[in-house]
């Protein structure tokens, strides 16, 4: 079933006026006039090459579906892509499903899917930032490139924005530009570097930076789209703006941790059951050791980046006889916070039994004196695998204390599809409520049913998994002053 969820922000006259006066927008869109016709009639271009066979992949307005489709396909019920909070606020949205068109336009089809952004101006502006509410759910076993690009000459040339390459695509093709020989580079960098090209989806209000050359000039355009999508999954836009305002931050940073110390003695980690918060890559407790293999598939990028412990040569495109004899990855398993200090929670190996809870571990900030701030700001690398539907992700804001929390982002509140590719995003989140406050809190909470026995494809199972969050780079940043205004308040 479908589900409508909707969040409600308020945000003072105040605090729009001193934001309007220093953000320069030069594209905003919410498709909410028209539907796909409408965006159409304002500039956008849809657009598939001659080699697409796909049927009813191209984007349109949902919820203007293709012929015999009622939606994208999702095992979570809820269908709107999710905003700064994780919400899927009810409105038309941008689409690509490829999943639930027919037909798969294969490796070697050269197939190309876009949407392309009306001609837009930024002259004066030295930089230039895109702000969306999206999902880009990536197929675990998938082929396919998700691709975002911008011109700076009204598209005689395109510039890489950001580019995912499917887990089972091989290396050689992820390393050429899309429909060219042009060499782009290898593996994608491992830790926040990998914000710009990455095995994994996006989840959340997605906030890029892009590149200098697109700056102080007339004929701009941005698209976003498929090469070769395989059947992949799909790919959902709203709210979008690119203007010359930053992600939200604030200009004093009070917190910032990055783990490589592993979790500071400062902050408060709690299990509800077994499994704690912890540092180490995923593990497989049976035999207490990495997690190495599943069913001969390497899973895990800690894992191929230090196969040599082992006396391995994992390499995609020579795929090792024994470990990995068809050279395919499993994009359930394979994060780019890899490689370095993290948090990570993950599922135990408690079985579920009648009336016992789920594996739920918390870990909380210290406290933070925020009395004098009149803006905070709580941004850091996240990235999740939800296997099922008794996983849960959240973040929370306590403004006395510990006394009581309030949710200010979940991973279960918007369009995603269970048990695929993981999802890597940066997230910024304005925490107004925390301002003037001192005695803050903030607290990431994981929660997840164990699968049965026999059933967890970490333990050498063939079922489902509740997954695994990671969180990197964790920092929380105050204003004193005026407080520039969310490029959502545009809407």
Not at 87 to 95: A, D, K, Q, R
Not at 127 to 147: K, M, P, R, Y
Not at 315 to 341: S, T, V, Y
Not at 431 to 436: D, E, F, I, L, M
Request: charged content about 20%; aromatic content about 12%; proline content about 5%.
């Amino acid at each position: 079933m479908k589900q409508t969820l909707s969040f409600v922000f308020v945000i003072s006259a105040v605090l729009l006026m001193a934001g309007m006066a220093n953000a320069d927008v030069y594209l905003s869109e919410d498709f909410n006039t028209g539907g796909t016709a409408g965006a159409l009639s304002r500039g956008w271009e849809f657009v598939e090459n001659e080699f697409v066979t796909e049927t009813g992949a191209n984007f349109v307005v949902a919820p203007e579906w293709p012929a015999g489709q009622d939606g994208p396909g999702t095992s979570t019920g809820n269908i709107y892509p999710p905003n700064a909070n994780g919400i899927g606020v009810e409105s038309p949205y941008l689409i690509s499903d490829s999943d639930a068109a027919g037909g798969s336009d294969d490796i070697g089809s050269m197939a190309e899917i876009w949407a392309i952004s009306p001609v837009f101006s930024t002259v004066g502006a030295s930089e230039v930032w895109f702000h969306a509410d999206a999902t880009i759910e990536v197929n675990n076993n998938g082929e396919a490139l998700a691709l975002f690009e911008v011109t700076a000459d009204n598209g005689a040339t395109w510039l890489p924005v950001w580019i995912c390459v499917e887990p089972e695509r091989v290396i050689d093709e992820f390393n050429k530009k899309a429909g060219t020989k042009e060499k782009i580079g290898g593996w994608p960098v491992m830790g926040s570097a990998s914000q710009t090209k990455t095995f994994c989806g996006i989840h959340g209000r997605w906030h890029v930076k892009f590149p200098d050359a697109v700056a102080n000039k007339s004929q701009v355009r941005f698209r976003f789209g498929w090469y070769e999508s395989a059947d992949a999954w799909y790919m959902a836009y709203d709210n979008i703006v690119v203007d010359n305002v930053s992600a939200p931050m604030g200009s004093e940073t009070l917190l910032f941790e990055n783990f490589e110390n592993g979790i500071p003695s400062t902050w408060k980690n709690t299990t509800g059951k077994t499994q704690l918060w912890g540092t180490r890559c995923l593990w497989n407790d049976e035999f207490d050791e990495p997690l190495k293999n599943i069913n001969v598939t390497p899973v895990d990028i800690d894992f191929i980046r230090n196969a040599k412990w082992w006396d391995l040569e994992i390499d995609l495109d020579n795929p090792h006889a024994d470990f990995n004899p068809k050279g395919i990855c499993d994009g359930r398993w394979l994060f780019m916070l890899a490689g370095q200090g993290y948090a990570m929670w993950q599922e135990g190996p408690n079985t579920p039994a009648a009336g016992t809870p789920s594996e739920s571990a918390t870990l909380d900030t210290p406290t933070l004196n925020l009395g004098n701030a009149t803006g905070v700001f709580l941004d850091f690398d996240s990235e999740m695998l939800r296997g099922n539907g008794s996983a849960f992700y959240d973040v929370f804001v306590s403004v006395d204390g510990g006394q009581n929390y309030e949710r200010i982002f979940t991973y279960t509140g918007a369009l995603m599809d269970n048990d695929e590719a993981a999802y890597f995003t940066h997230h910024y989140l304005e925490v107004p409520q925390a301002a003037g406050k001192s005695a803050v809190i903030f607290r990431f909470r994981a929660e997840g049913q164990d699968p049965p026995p026999g059933d967890d494809p970490l333990q050498g199972g063939n079922g489902h998994m509740s997954g695994f969050w990671v969180i990197d780079n964790v920092r929380v940043t105050a204003n004193t002053g005026p407080t520039a205004v969310s490029d959502w308040a545009l809407f």
